[in-house]
C-alpha cells in the first residue's frame, strides 16, 4: 500500500512530465470503471486518506478540489524532515477560490506535529509573502528560514514527509495540465 501510494505506477497518475507531482485521487467514490474494479487506485489513496467525494474527482471547471501529491524532490529523493526545502508556486494558480500547501508525516499520514503546530500555507493567509511576479515561495525546514516566517511550513529532523497541494474550485489549465507546478527543490 504505502508502495503504491508514494510511487503510484496507474495510467495518469503524473500530473505533468515535467515535475514530480501526482493526480493524488485516481479512484472514483464508486471505485469501479466499465466493470473493473479500481484495485491500486483505491489502495493507494486510502492509505494516504480515508474517503473520496464527488466533489474530490470532479472534472468541471470552477467547482470541487483538486488535489497534487509530492513525496520526493527535484532530484527523486524522499523528502526528509532534517534538510531545507523549496517550492515555488508560480503566479495565476488555476483556482477560483484558493490554494493550499499541506504537510503530512510519511509513516503516520496525518499533519505534521510540530511546535509551532503549523503544517499548510495558503493564498488566504494574510501573512503569506508574495514575490513580485505573483509567485509564491514556500518554505519546508527544521528551522524557519530568515525572513520566511509567513511561507514556511516546520518539518521534523528524523522524519520523512510529503505534501498536498490543494485547488479549491479547480480552473480550465489545471484539467489541461497546462500549470507548471515546479518540484520541490533541496536547498544547499
Known amino acids: 500500500a504505502r508502495t503504491t501510494s508514494f510511487d503510484k505506477r496507474f495510467e495518469g497518475a503524473l500530473y505533468r512530465d515535467d515535475a514530480k507531482w501526482d493526480v493524488v485521487i485516481q479512484v472514483t467514490p464508486k471505485q469501479d470503471i466499465d466493470g473493473t474494479s479500481q484495485i491500486d487506485e483505491r489502495l493507494s489513496y486510502t492509505y494516504e486518506a480515508m474517503l473520496t467525494s464527488e466533489g474530490m474527482v470532479t472534472q468541471t471547471p470552477g467547482v470541487g478540489q483538486a488535489y497534487l501529491g509530492a513525496y520526493r524532490d527535484s532530484e527523486g529523493r524522499p523528502l526528509d524532515g532534517s534538510k531545507t526545502y523549496r517550492l515555488v508556486v ?88 497546462e500549470w507548471p507546478l515546479g518540484d520541490i527543490e533541496l536547498v544547499k
Open 90 to 177: 508560480p503566479p495565476n494558480v488555476p483556482a477560483k477560490q484558493f490554494w493550499s500547501v499541506t504537510g503530512y508525516d510519511a509513516d503516520t499520514r496525518t499533519l505534521l506535529r510540530n511546535k509551532e503546530q503549523r503544517a499548510d500555507r495558503s493564498s488566504l493567509m494574510k501573512d503569506l509573502i508574495l514575490s513580485d511576479d505573483g509567485s509564491t515561495e514556500i518554505w519546508f525546514a527544521p528551522e524557519v528560514p530568515e525572513g520566511k516566517d509567513g511561507n514556511w511550513i516546520p518539518t521534523v529532523p528524523g522524519r520523512a514527509w510529503f505534501v498536498y497541494f490543494r485547488l479549491y474550485a479547480p480552473l480550465e489549465p489545471y484539467f489541461e495540465r
